[in-house]
């Protein structure tokens, strides 16, 4: 009996994910529950498991592709029946196994599965390749399985390909005759040493994390119309309170970074301009004042920009608030966070010091109405009583959504985190 596996809602609100690797070819017996593919949602990256087990008859997408929630991800024959089948001398007239309405005929869909190839040694080998890369195989009467893969996880690359197609002595594309000048009078200069393969523009589709982060940050600039507050801090003593903190406790030294301390100044400056902790609902005309205080903490990920949720900021010594981000920003970095762990924001900071930059520009995360960058520390001369003298300076940054933010509003929140960064022992005052 044939039966078949659609890609479930995983609780992330998506409507497609990317087939990262399969773990399963054609033709191979699987158990219930077991992880058939690794796939990647617009936030995490997940090992999908299945509860059918039998023989692989069909892969709903390649490795690279996208795939609709609700398609069809796997099918396979159950020994239902093939039992059914062997069984000498059945009795016609018995009535046939109902048929499951999950069940469905996929048709030419096999054909996605089929190699391109004729079959040979190699016709049963499933290839890792992007869909580009295919098609380049193709065009260029390449086949997959004779390729060494050069890219990870044993992927076949675009460059795998045209080298392959250049076959093995000249080391030039097979089209490398079009790109071959004729002969003039007057030599005209060319790159030193030969063309390589590698010199071809490569066409990158957007996918998973970095597909959603373009559609959000679009549609943030496009539809939020930005007002910025940029503030010079003098860090002197939030550089002497961080040193106090971490002499008073070594075992923590480590996490205790600038980063639990802009949290926690973010938060209690939140909690006096409550107006900053609000999410706006276009479409309803209305704003949602948030009255818990849950801040985001914008991460650097390979796969682009995540940001992972520190709940009741406001609530957490800076202690709690140290481990929790070592803990939070780890995740967020090995793609292991949960859904839980990186949504439900009503606030997000961005460290910009930790990659080196003075100051930006950050963009607001909608729904949310503000967001703060805080660049790197630097020493510079600035006049005090009349005087030059040299301070370590941190430019910050505060943006807001101008559709229910003023300027007052935004200045006068600004200028509470500017106190409480340039006299942060005001923090004490919150344990009382």
């Not at 959000?216 to 961080?242: C, G, Q, T």
């Not at 005087?387 to 929140?413: A, E, K």
């Amino acid at each position: 009996m044939r039966r078949d596996f659609q890609m479930p809602d995983i609780g992330e609100g998506i409507a497609e994910v990317e087939i990262i690797e399969w773990h399963i070819g054609i033709g191979d017996k699987i158990q219930p529950d077991q992880i058939v593919a690794t796939i990647q949602t617009d936030k995490s990256v997940v090992e999908m498991p299945t509860p059918l087990g039998g023989t692989v008859v069909f892969l709903g997408a390649e490795a690279g592709d996208l795939l609709a929630v609700g398609s069809m991800l796997i099918s396979v024959e159950t020994e239902t029946n093939a039992m059914a089948e062997a069984r000498p001398g059945a009795d016609s007239d018995s009535p046939s196994p109902p048929v499951h309405t999950s069940e469905v005929l996929l048709g030419a869909r096999d054909a996605v599965v089929e190699p391109a190839f004729p079959a040979g040694d190699h016709a049963t080998i499933r290839v890792k390749a992007a869909p580009s890369v295919r098609r380049l195989a193709v065009e260029r009467g390449v086949n997959l399985a004779t390729i060494h893969a050069t890219g990870p996880g044993g992927r076949v690359t675009r460059d795998d390909v045209l080298e392959a197609a250049a076959g093995p002595t000249t080391g030039l594309p097979a089209d490398a005759g079009a790109l071959v000048e004729p002969a003039r009078s007057i030599p005209t200069r060319r790159p030193a040493g030969p063309l390589e393969s590698g010199e071809d523009d490569e066409h990158v589709p957007l996918r998973g994390l970095r597909r959603q982060i373009a559609k959000k940050m679009v549609e943030s600039w496009r539809n939020v119309p930005h007002i910025i507050d940029y503030r010079e801090v003098d860090a002197s003593r939030l550089i002497e309170f961080r040193q106090a903190l971490r002499e008073a406790w070594p075992e923590y030294a480590t996490v205790l970074t600038y980063v639990p301390l802009l949290v926690k100044v973010s938060a209690i400056a939140l909690r006096r301009h409550p107006l900053m902790n609000a999410s706006f609902d276009e479409e309803a005309s209305e704003y949602v004042l948030h009255r818990r205080i849950h801040i985001g903490i914008a991460t650097a990920t390979s796969d682009g920009l995540l940001v992972p949720v520190v709940r009741d900021a406001d609530r957490k010594s800076i202690l709690e608030l140290a481990v929790e981000l070592g803990e939070l920003v780890e995740l967020a970095r090995s793609r292991k966070a949960t859904q839980e762990q990186l949504t439900g924001g009503t606030y997000t900071v961005n460290n910009l010091g930790s990659i080196g930059t003075s100051m930006g520009t950050p963009i607001i995360r909608t729904p949310e109405v503000g967001i703060t960058g805080f660049g790197r520390i630097t020493e510079r001369a600035v006049a005090r009583d009349g005087v030059p003298v040299v301070r370590p300076i941190m430019m910050l940054s505060s943006v807001g959504d101008h559709r229910l933010l003023d300027g007052d509003t935004l200045g006068s929140f600004t200028a509470t985190l500017v106190s409480l960064l340039e006299n942060p022992y005001q923090l004490l005052a919150e344990l009382v």
